[in-house]
């Protein structure tokens, strides 16, 4: 891991560490997830089909290669 440092208000401060006491983290590891959160966001898009299709195969009994083929299920054929 890298250490960084970083100058923030007072308020800041003090809101950072009443917030992260009161969920039972470190101001650290309150920091490390609130800077996971801003850089990955764990957004769906809901026009996806993958969200939004359900069922892919709507006939009962066994299917063959909707594992394999589930990409072209969803999207469509590949351009």
Not at 31 to 41: G, K, M
Request: without cysteine.
């Amino acid at each position: 891991m890298k250490l960084i440092q970083a100058r923030i208000p007072e308020p800041e401060f003090e809101l950072l560490k009443r917030t992260a006491r009161s969920e039972g983290k470190t101001m650290q590891e309150w920091v490390r997830l609130a800077i996971r959160d801003r850089l990955f966001p764990e957004a769906v898009d809901p026009s996806d089909p993958l969200f939004a299709s359900f069922p892919i195969v709507r006939r009962r009994g066994p299917t063959t290669h909707v594992a394999e083929e589930h990409d072209r299920h969803l999207y469509g054929p590949a351009p």
